[in-house]
């Protein structure tokens, strides 16, 4: 009976796998596969979920960053991913309680707000890109 169970729980795995595709519960589905096989030799119930805890964890933490490597690899940063670290120049006083501010990078203007609320700055202060939320550039002051 415990086998039935298995074998659900693996389907059920490889289908959140499929709808997913984050390499988790992928090496759940493997784990299971090495219950079945405990459960096809006569192995008790609590040696079924020691080898599927054990099988599901060890691949989960050996293999997981490996496969995460392997595919990250192959990310490509948009144009504002590429953004993030670099320094832009302000062009229009930034200040947040006002609700303006502009700085050009890569000889475009954005929108630009302080990371700090309470920090203002004027033009041609140069700043590095802390993030970007929508079409808004946050910067901090350029450390020197």
Known sequence: MTLFYWLILFVFLVIVEICTLQLVSLWFACGTLGAIAVTLLDGSVELQLIVFLGISLLLLILVKPLTDRYFRKHFVKT???SLVGKTARVTERIH?????????????E???????????????????????????????????
């Open 96 to 108: 947040n309680t006002e609700g303006f501010g502009a700085a050009v990078v890569n000889g475009l």
């Open 110 to 144: 954005w929108t630009a707000v302080a990371k700090d609320d309470e920090e203002i700055m004027e033009p041609g202060t140069y700043v590095t890109i802390c993030a970007i939320s929508g079409v808004k550039l946050i910067v901090e002051k350029k450390q020197p």
């Open 79 to 81: 144009n504002t991913d």
